[in-house]
């Protein structure tokens, strides 16, 4: 991983600035700090008590989300594709274009969340938007792909399926069952590792004995790739990439975004793992906000003032969803047997 | 220990004797043969004399009062003994002659034989007979594990400790005995260990047992145990046998001993002119249709019951049932006793249906393949003895039922017509026995004033 | 009208479903070409193709969250699990997400899948390939639970199972594949959660699950030569259960007998008897609630071993008797 501030190359670069535009890439820089500030909130809330359970944050990890889903096309009905992503996914609901006060309704628990309260921070999905939901299982959801991926198909559209998991999920049978259907059956599948180098404790050069995940991709005949994951324009290149060749019926791809995690795995993480140094260092200067920040300051499609207001903005954003969650209700016990069956 | 002097049996077929008057008050000492009271019976006046020496307590009836036999009418103390604790009717404001156990004939120690005369001796030590008395255990209800089925002391020891057990029963039986105000404690068990089944209760509810699948056989003859225990005053003859109370023999004798002494029967007799019944059944005879008398009844009673809901009525406790639909019990004899089967909702079948169920129950009775719906849930009774020649009779409530309809035959007699000139007439006398405490005369009259009308003019069935 | 075996009744269900409704595809191991290991798909894969009929790596894990996948984006799959002992390696995908996803996401997504395994004992394949594992999804909240006992029943609830908008865990039973009766040959259906009385009877209610129905009923023709009718009522859905039928029928009886393949301990026959125990039959019993299941041990090789583990029709006669004559 470098401290440039990107990986790209130069006229890679300038091609995707002309294909995405000015409002594209505001936009992505938005949500990028809408998913930061959500992420903080939240901890804020957790410790003060007004959240329970547990939590998986994903703060620093912005840029994969966002780089990812903007490669993908998000509508509703066959026109959209679809979105599988884990327990660390509040990051990828945001980008996916989810509704930060649903979303944090759910984290409260309350009837208007995505899932009426019943599901929680690991669970969120927005079905319509054909986001298919979070997995509380490492590697639950990489099965799941290979089934989306054979009815897209069926079906005949032109979808695709983003499935994105860990590098821990990459050690689990179901990934490598999962990796070979869709291989023997070429279906419209990314498999997006996103490797923030430690699975909860365990660091990945103990889990793995390659250096990137991105290497099991030949081992069931798929191609693969590792890219800067702190680099939102370099995960968005690979993905668009990977979406282009799977919409050409050229089946699954597997996708390495190297990047890192600031927090603990979840609120009850003491870290002893790793030292605080290691964080400090890709927080000074690995930082994916920081670097998209100076990348389109100085591309021009942004000032330093404007980039200063989209925190703000972002702030408000996530103070709203606050103000909206605690004013909601929580889902009435007679409900208690509601969604079971169909 | 404390001797409870019952009123014995004097005579066959005595079902209670009148208290004519006492001869001793409590309190006053008497030695064994002094008497007590004196008792009417249907024949003469005898005396109820004292079993043991000691002082006489709790005097259980007023003079005037007709008790059932065996029933405890005073207690004998020894020196030392108290009253405490034995019941004393006469001390309470009640009247009434009821009395919610009768102890049981076998209870009585065999020395006192004078007053056991219609069974046969238990077969158990003197000390298995005294904690027995001591604790109320009827022996007829505890296996003898001693030689040649000697009740022993531990026998008795441990029906004592059953006893003060929940008795063991299955739900259905718990049930069934709820239903009927059956205490557990009075019923045999035939399950494993004793345990008491549904079919047990059924039996003591229903006069008659449901037999499965492994039939129990109904009456056992035994031969005395032994000559040497019987009274010298009540010679047993040579030629005559001794048959056990037991199985349905003992059931009906327990029900109808309950019915008789709690319930307070009157009864009302009419005559009815048969004509109409008998044209009816010749005009089916006629088309190959059998319809009995019998299902004639069932019906007319049905109709007539419809208009007196006091007496489709059954009493459990202090609540009495007013049932919405009528369920008519038929007596039906058997070789060794009578059961009775019921056919339900009557008002809602046809004379035709009545019929059939009346067949196919009554030959099932007779098969001795009834199940336990046959005879479950009757509200109301028919016996009818017209096919025994009976010109008329009175028959036993069955409980919890408050009434009962006795049939005899019909018999074809001279009546004054409307000119009071001499025509033959056939006529069947019914005669309806009622519980007082439930229905009234007046009530009973009007029932039997309907059952006139509907059965003399059968055609009225059909409104 | 023909008799078909269980085997070809739940093909030619199957077949009709994919007939029908292009939504409906088969996917497990060795189900085209080779037919499937009990030769249910037999010809399928001739009349649909390969896109309908998938041959599968060994990978139930895989053929599991493929099947939640295609449901949760409009297909109505119907996989096979070779063995029922194999359903162990899709735990996951069954339980932790068919089973729950549309709870998770609060109502919203549906699962409508069908998962078809052979379970039961008999064969002589020894501990690992004769498992009866169906009371561990009977207690997982959000999956439906079928065991049909006869070729008749297999095709009509096969069909329902199809319908059913919830996954569907389908337990045929291995010694059932080639027993035979009369199935009508236009699709019908037979509803979920509808309890069958098999036959009628006043003395003992027995309730029976997948190969014990016929077994019960080998009994029940024995024992009437005694005399002693037995009640035979087969759930066919063990989840949801419609238990009114078995509580009216001990209502009836007084005497229940419940007898299933699977160990005793921890099996279905223990959620029947709390059942009648904590219902209105319960004042009705004469004789405790007796349950006749498998032994507490692994399914053993040695042919005798492997009968005296589970219930036959001999026991099932011995225990209803007992019943009819409260021995107990």
């Known amino acids: ?342 | 220990m404390t001797t409870a002097v019952i009123l014995p049996k004097f005579g066959f077929t005595l079902e209670s004797s009148k208290l004519v008057r006492w001869m001793v008050s409590e309190g006053d000492k008497v030695r064994e043969g002094d008497p007590l009271c004196e008792v009417e019976t249907d024949k003469v006046n005898m005396e109820v004399e004292a079993t043991a020496d000691g002082v006489v307590a709790a005097l259980q009836y007023p003079a005037g009062v007709d008790v059932p036999v065996t029933n405890v009418i005073c207690y004998i103390l020894k020196p030392g003994e108290s009253a405490d604790g034995l019941k004393n009717a006469l001390s309470q404001a009640a009247q009434s002659v009821s009395v919610t156990t009768a102890p049981s004939i076998s209870a009585i120690p065999p020395q006192h034989a004078v007053t056991s005369t219609q069974s046969a001796p238990i077969n158990a030590s003197p000390l298995a007979l005294r904690i027995a008395e001591e604790h109320g255990i009827d022996l007829a209800t505890v296996s003898g594990t001693g030689a040649g089925g000697k009740i022993t002391r531990a026998d008795v020891d441990n029906a004592v400790a059953r006893q003060s057990e929940k008795p063991r029963a299955t739900p259905a039986a718990r049930r069934i005995a709820a239903a009927s105000s059956i205490d557990l404690k009075t019923v045999r068990g035939s399950g494993p260990k004793g345990r008491i089944q549904g079919t047990d209760v059924a039996a003591a509810a229903a006069i008659g047992v449901v037999q499965v699948l492994a039939p129990t056989p109904i009456a056992v003859e035994k031969p005395p145990a032994s000559d040497t225990q019987l009274s010298v005053l009540s010679p047993q003859p040579a030629a005559s046998r001794v048959v056990k109370l037991e199985g349905m023999r003992r059931t009906i004798a327990t029900r109808m001993q309950q019915s008789f002494q709690q319930a307070p029967h009157t009864f009302f007799e009419i005559n009815v002119d048969t004509a109409g019944i008998d044209a009816l059944r010749a005009k089916l005879k006629a088309r190959n249709e059998k319809l009995s008398v019998t299902s004639l009844l069932v019906k007319g009673c049905a109709w007539a019951l419809g208009k007196h809901p006091y007496l489709n009525a059954t009493l459990a406790g202090d609540a009495i049932t007013l049932w919405s639909t009528c369920n008519i019990g038929v007596a039906v004899a058997l070789d060794n006793g009578l059961i009775v089967p019921v056919v339900h909702h009557v008002e809602t079948l046809p004379l035709r249906e009545i019929q059939m169920r009346i067949d196919d129950v009554a030959a099932r009775a007779r098969a001795n393949s009834l199940r336990m719906n046959d005879l479950a849930d009757g509200t109301f009774t028919i016996s009818n003895l017209g096919m025994y020649s009976i010109d008329r009779f009175t028959a036993i409530i069955n409980p919890p039922q408050v009434a009962i309809l006795a049939v005899g035959r019909a018999i074809r007699q001279f009546v004054p017509d409307e000119h009071g000139q001499p025509v033959v007439q056939s006529r069947m006398s019914l005669t309806l026995s009622t519980d007082h405490r439930v229905v009234d005369g007046a009530q009973a009259a009007q029932f039997m004033a309907d059952l006139r009308v509907v059965l003399e003019d059968p055609m009225l069935l059909v409104w | 009208m023909r008799e078909l075996s269980y085997a070809e009744a739940l093909r030619e269900g199957l077949r009709q479903a994919m007939e029908t409704d292009a939504r409906v595809f088969a996917i497990g191991e060795d189900i085209g070409v080779y037919g499937g290991a009990f030769g249910v798909t037999a010809g399928l894969l001739d009349q649909f193709g390969g896109q309908r009929v998938i041959d599968t790596p060994i990978s139930e894990a895989g053929i599991a969250g493929a099947c939640v996948g295609a449901a949760l984006t409009g297909m109505r799959p119907v996989g096979e699990i070779q063995f029922m002992d194999f359903v162990t390696l899709t735990m996951e995908q069954l339980v932790l997400q068919a089973a729950k996803v549309r709870f998770m996401f609060g109502g919203k997504a549906s699962v409508p899948m069908v998962l078809r395994m052979p379970g039961g004992s008999g064969t002589g394949a020894a501990a690992q390939h004769s498992e009866s594992l169906e009371n561990w999804f009977v207690h997982v909240p959000g999956l439906k639970v079928v065991m049909p006992s006869n070729a008749y029943d297999a095709k009509g609830l096969l069909l329902s199972a199809i319908d059913d908008d919830n996954p569907v865990i389908f337990v045929e039973h291995k010694l059932l594949y080639k027993t035979k009766m009369d199935v009508p040959e236009a699709p019908y259906r037979i509803p979920l959660s509808q309890t069958n009385i098999v036959r009628a009877g006043q003395h003992v209610t027995v309730v029976a699950t997948s190969i014990m129905v016929s077994r019960a009923l080998a009994a029940a023709d024995e024992l009437a030569k005694e005399g002693i009718e037995l009640e035979i009522i087969d759930p066919r859905t063990l989840k949801p259960l419609d238990d009114t039928p078995i509580i009216d029928s001990v209502k009836k009886t007084g005497r229940a007998l419940i007898v299933h393949e699977a160990v005793e301990i921890g099996g279905f026959g223990g959620e029947i008897a709390a059942r009648i125990a904590g219902s209105e039959a319960f004042d009705y019993l004469e004789a405790p609630v007796k349950r006749l299941a498998g032994l507490d041990i692994p399914i053993p090789y040695n042919r005798e071993l492997e009968r005296n583990t589970v219930p036959q029709i001999e026991s099932i006669i011995v225990e209803a008797r007992k019943l009819a004559q409260t021995a107990y």
Not at chain 1, 52 to 64: C, F, N, P
Not at chain 1, 152 to 180: P, W, Y
Not at chain 1, 197 to 214: D, G, L, R, W
Request: proline share 3%.
């Open chain 1, 1 to 342: 991983m470098t401290d440039a501030i990107s990986t790209l190359r130069l006229e890679d670069f300038h091609e995707i600035i002309e294909t995405l535009g000015p409002d594209e890439l505001k936009m992505m820089l938005l949500k990028m700090h809408t998913i930061r500030l959500f992420e903080e909130r939240a901890e804020q809330l957790y410790s003060q008590g007004r959240v329970h359970g547990t939590m998986h944050l994903s703060i620093g990890q912005e840029a994969t989300a966002v780089g990812a889903s903007t490669g993908m096309i998000r509508a509703t009905g066959d026109a959209g594709d679809y979105l599988l992503n884990h327990h660390r996914g509040h990051g990828h609901c945001l980008a996916w274009g989810s509704d930060v006060n649903r979303m944090m309704a759910e984290f409260m628990g309350k009837e208007s969340g995505y899932c009426r309260g019943r599901g929680g921070s690991m669970h969120i999905a927005d079905i319509d938007a054909n986001n298919l939901g979070a997995n509380g299982i490492v590697a639950g959801g990489v099965p799941i792909a290979v089934g989306v991926g054979l009815s897209i198909k069926m079906r005949q559209t032109s979808q695709v399926c983003l499935v994105i998991f860990g590098d821990g999920a990459a050690n689990e049978g179901a990934f490598h069952e999962a990796m070979n259907m869709a291989s023997i059956w070429n279906l419209p599948i990314i498999f997006l590792c996103e490797n923030n180098q430690y699975a909860m404790s365990m660091p990945y050069p103990k889990a793995f004995n390659i250096p990137f995940v991105s290497q099991r991709a030949a081992g069931y005949g798929l191609p693969g790739e590792t890219v800067d994951g702190n680099d939102v324009l370099a995960v968005y290149q690979a993905v668009a990439a990977a979406a282009e060749r799977a919409r050409r019926g050229e089946g699954a791809s597997l996708v390495e975004s190297v990047t890192y995690r600031y927090k603990g795995h979840s609120k009850s993480d003491k870290q002893a793992y790793r030292t605080r140094q290691e964080v400090q260092d890709w927080r000074d200067n690995k930082d994916p906000i920081d670097r998209f920040n100076t990348l389109l300051v100085r591309a021009g499609i942004i000032s330093d003032a404007e980039g200063a207001a989209m925190r703000d903005t972002a702030t408000q954003i996530v103070d709203d969803s606050v103000t909206f969650s605690e004013a909601s209700a929580d889902p009435d016990i007679a409900s208690i047997m509601d969604g079971v069956y169909a």
